[in-house]
């Protein structure tokens, strides 16, 4: 080789390919790896208005140390996957989006109380039984947001008690003039039948338009159609109440990426483990995305190492997360509990 194609192939930059997000509630980082495997990383103050921004300002810090610019590096990515703890903090903290709730007449209490075991998730034996320690969680959604329509399907899927569309469109016309931004159905045993609850997702959409109202409806038979009705409701709830909010986010930062040169379609961190679009339907299996990365590179970093058996950590500004690798593995539940909530959904545990 001449000194001149020397020259010429040092001039020539590196490919980037793999871009890496983590968003939380202080710093935004992002990572960025080349095709050659040199990588390096970027960070910006989060901006909850606008989160866009802050992963335009931390890719920029990250590439200025390849004398690079955010337009230039963007357009050579194959991929992009992001994680974040927004929707996992909007759960702890109970600062979701404004549900509206219909579930069987006679069941309107269901969520508030829960299962029997949300009553003691996370307590130690002496917290359980101490009046001043023991003591529910705050529910997604207040009593006041939901409504109980009368119908009835049995454990078998036969319909026992037709559905009363009329109470349907007075729980709806209610639900919205009380100021619900997103509308769940979660009906007992739609999993086995789901005609009634489809029927009321229908006549919700139907006369949120009448009204001239801008609110998402959310059926479990079409998202979660599983056994366990705290666990099917919950997991419904959270697509509207957390999920929701962050999709608009997210939105926003795919938009902001193809506008300075993006051509890839932005992954996100899925709570069991791989990656799903932004535009996955069910975006709520992305609650712990953040954590759950960790822990995914935990496992990488203990096999270059030689551990099997580790526990990983992730001490944030809202939450303290933990999880174990065991044998070089994690466990995956498909009906966790988080934030004091029974779900349905799978998780790294």
């Known amino acids: ?59 920029a810090d990250a590439l200025e140390q390849w004398s690079r610019g955010v337009e230039e590096v963007y357009d050579e990515l194959v991929t992009c996957v992001y994680s974040g703890t927004a929707m996992l903090n909007r759960v702890v903290q109970r600062k979701g989006l404004e549900v509206g709730l219909i579930v069987n007449r006679g069941l309107e209490d269901h969520h508030r109380m829960g299962r029997a075991i949300q009553s003691y998730l996370g307590y130690g034996f002496e917290d359980r039984i101490h009046l001043n320690t023991h003591r529910y969680d705050q ?61 009321v997702r229908d006549i919700a959409i139907e006369v949120t338009r009448e009204l001239g109202a801008d609110v998402p409806v959310f059926a479990s038979v079409d998202y979660y159609p599983v056994r366990k009705e705290s666990h099917r409701t919950n997991t419904t709830i959270l697509e509207a109440y957390a999920a929701e909010p962050s999709r608009r986010t997210l939105t926003k930062i795919s938009d902001r990426m193809r506008e300075v040169g993006g051509r890839f379609d932005l992954r996100v961190m899925a709570s069991h483990g791989g990656t799903i679009s932004w535009k996955a339907k069910e975006l709520a299996r992305t609650l712990v995305s953040g954590p759950i990365g960790g822990v995914i590179g935990a496992r990488f970093l203990g096999q270059m190492l030689g551990y099997d058996n580790i526990a990983c ?32 959904l799978p998780l790294v545990a």
């Open 139 to 199: 529910p997604l959604v207040p009593p006041e947001r939901t409504r109980g329509v009368t119908e009835r399907i049995d454990s078998q899927g036969q319909v026992v008690i037709p559905l009363r569309e009329d109470e349907v469109r007075t729980a709806v016309r209610e639900l919205v003039s009380a100021g619900a931004k997103a509308l769940v159905i979660s009906l007992l045993h739609s999993y086995k039948n789901g005609t009634h609850e489809r029927r």
């Open 1 to 59: 080789m001449t000194r001149a194609q020397t020259t010429e192939d040092a001039r020539t930059p590196v490919p980037v390919q793999v871009m890496g997000i983590d968003a939380g509630g202080t710093m935004t980082d992002t990572f960025f790896v080349r095709a050659d495997g040199h990588f390096v990383v970027g960070k910006a103050q989060s901006n909850p208005e606008d989160e866009a921004r802050a992963v335009m300002e931390s890719s």
């Open 313 to 344: 950590s992730d001490i944030g500004g809202t939450s303290f997360d933990m999880a174990l690798i065991t044998k070089g593995n994690f466990a995956i539940a498909s009906d966790p509990d988080m934030a004091r909530l029974v779900l349905s």
